[in-house]
C-alpha cells in the first residue's frame, strides 16, 4: 500500500470529522424557530404557521460568560437562503426583520397574505432571487417598484406570475396603471468635478423631483472638511438641499462627494468628484540605501501633481541617475536611483516640488564611498585630491624609494622606484606618475606592470575610482 495515500486519506477523514464537529457546534448555538430547519446557510419554513413577524433566529444560551470566540454577526451573514411559506399571520416585513442577514441572496415568500413590501428592505442585499409566487398585493403605489423590477428582469420577478388587488378585482401586476408614482429624477449643480483650492468655501446644491415627494441628502460620510446642510422644498415635487464645505481640507481631494434621492417607488443618486488644489510638501526624503541599486527615497503630495527636479552641484539626469516613482492619489513616492556611485557622487542632493501653488525644496546628503587621498586628473594621471593634502605620515599614500637591500628586499642592479601605495580594505592599488620605473634591469616593462624580484605584477586599477 502506498503510504502517502494511506495517511493522505487519514488526514482527509480527520479534518472531515472535525468540520462536522464545527458545524454542529455553530447550528447548535442557532434556535430555530419550531416549524422551520436551519443549517449554517439556510432558514426554511415551509409548514403553515399563525405568526404574524418574520421568523429571527435566536441566539441560545451557551453557558458562557459573554466572550464568544465565535463572530455572532459572521455566524448570519453566513445564511445566504430562506425560505417562509404559508404564514398565515404575516402580512409585511420590517426593516429590523431583514437587517441581520446581510449576506442573503435568496428570499422565497410565496403563498403569505402579504399587502405591502418595501425596496428599501433590500437596497443592502445582493439578491438575486426574490420569491413572490402566490402573493396577491394591494394595487398602490407601494408595489410599484416590483412591476418596474419585473420589467427589468430584477431578482428572476420576470418569471413569476403576479397579482395585485384593486378593490374586488385581482389584477395582473405587470398591468397595473397608476400615475403621479415613479422612481425620482436628481440634478446637481457642479458637472462631475469641482475643482477649489485648500482653504475655500463653496456651496454645491442637488435637486429631487418626482411623486411622490422624494426625501433627499448628500452622504458626507468619511468627509473632512466642515460641513452644513440646508433643506427646501418646493411643493409638489421638488425637494433641494444645499451643502456648504467650509474651508476645504487637502484631505477630502478626490473624495466622492453623492446625493440620493429616494421615494417610495426607488432611488437614484449623483455625484461630484471633489478636486482640492493645494502647494506641494515634500513628506520624505530618506539617506541613500543600498538595495538593488542605490535609492534615495522620497515622498513628495501636491494637487495638481508637482513637477519634480534633482539638483546635485547641477541639475541632474543621465543614464546613470533616473527618477522612479508611482502616483497614488496625490501622493508622488519612488527613488532617485543611482547606478553604482562612487566618491565623485557624494555631497548634498536637492529636491525640488513645484505646481502652479507654490514651490518646495528639501535636501539630504549622500556618502556613497570614501574618495581616495589621490584622485587621477581627466587624463590618468594621480594628483592629490582636496582632503588629502595633509603630513606625509598621516595618509595611507607612501611614497618610498627601495634600493638594493632596502626593506629587507634581495635585489640586484635596482634603480630608483617612486610610487604610491593606496590603502583601501584588503585591495593594493599601484599608482604612478608618468612611466613607472622598474627593477632588475628591465627598462620597458608595460606601463601596467611592476617587477618585484624576478616577478611581475599587474597593476589592477580599483574601477570605481576611475572613469
Partial sequence: MDVWSYWSRIFCRRVLFLFCVFQEYLSSMLDCPPTCSCSLTEIYCNKSDTGKFFPVVALQDTGSSGNSSVDIAELFNNISSIHIENWTGLQTLRDVDMELYTGLQRLNLSKNPLTTLSWQLFQNLQLSELRLDGVVFDCGCDVRWIQLWQQRGEAGLHTQMLFCRNGAFKIRLQNMYITLCDVPEINVSHNSNLMMIEGDNVTVSCNGSGAPLPEVDWTVAGLHSINTHLSNVYWPNIHSINLTLVNVSRDDNGFLLTCIAENLVGMTNASIQLAVQFPPVILKLSEPERRH???????????????LRWYHQQILQSEYIRTEMDFYRDYLEGCLTLLNPTHYDNGNYTLQASNSLGTVTKT???????????????????????????????????????????????????????????????????????????ISGEEDLPADEVVIGMTHIPVIQKPQYFR
Avoid: Q, W
Avoid at 541599486?293 to 513637477?307: A, L, M, N, W
Fill in 293 to 307: 541599486d542605490t535609492c534615495i527615497e522620497f515622498t513628495v503630495r501636491g494637487y495638481p501633481y508637482p513637477t
Fill in 364 to 438: 539630504v546628503y549622500g556618502h556613497f564611498l570614501t574618495a581616495p587621498p589621490f584622485d587621477p586628473d581627466p587624463d590618468g594621471s594621480p594628483v592629490p585630491s582636496d582632503n588629502a593634502i595633509r603630513p606625509e605620515e598621516e595618509t595611507f599614500g607612501v611614497k618610498i624609494s627601495m634600493c638594493c637591500g632596502s626593506a629587507g628586499l634581495r635585489l640586484h642592479n635596482c634603480k630608483a622606484l617612486y610610487g604610491y601605495i593606496l590603502i583601501d580594505l584588503l585591495n593594493f592599488v599601484f599608482l604612478s606618475k608618468g612611466r613607472l620605473a622598474v
